[in-house]
């Protein structure tokens, strides 16, 4: 499957798959407050001229993110990415760690205030399957 890297730092590579209109987030290690925000602000503006349907996070190598992090995602990058970008899914690998528990559990609150199918899975090949199952249905 193409891939268009659209950065690829210590912290966070961030790549767009035009076969599946989603954009990507493989977290390397646990990012800073301005790191953790750059990959997100990255697909965000790439979102303004291109369609992005579908949204995976891998946050096995992410760390455990503090509660300004997560707060900033919830109140700025997602409801940006909904109301502008017209986000319709989003689908996240992680590996049953409780604090990357918490974190999700948090996350996923605030996906259904906006009614925005958050999945999480084990592995990368399980999310895809998913993505493409819920592009077919049209959702």
């Keep these: ?10 912290y966070a590579k961030v790549t767009y798959l035009p076969e599946l209109k989603t954009g990507k987030i493989l ?19 790439f979102g303004k ?4 349907d579908s949204f995976l996070s891998d946050i ?16 700025e990058a997602l409801p940006q990415a909904i109301n502008e970008c017209k986000l319709k899914r989003a689908a996240v690998i992680f590996d049953g760690n409780i604090f990357k528990q ?3 559990n948090m996350v996923l609150s605030v996906t259904n205030k906006f009614k925005l199918p958050l999945k999480t899975f084990n592995t990368e090949e ?3 399957e998913w993505i493409k199952k819920e ?4 959702k």
């Design 1 to 10: 499957m193409e891939e268009k890297v659209l950065m690829d730092e210590a």
């Design 27 to 45: 977290w390397k290690k646990k990012p800073d407050m301005e790191e953790y925000k750059l990959p997100f602000i990255k697909l965000l503006d």
């Design 49 to 52: 001229t291109n369609q992005i």
């Design 60 to 75: 096995k190598n992410q760390g455990v993110i503090s509660p300004d992090h997560r707060k900033w995602f919830e109140n």
């Design 102 to 104: 918490y974190y999700l």
């Design 126 to 128: 399980k999310a895809f």
């Design 135 to 138: 592009m077919q249905k049209g």
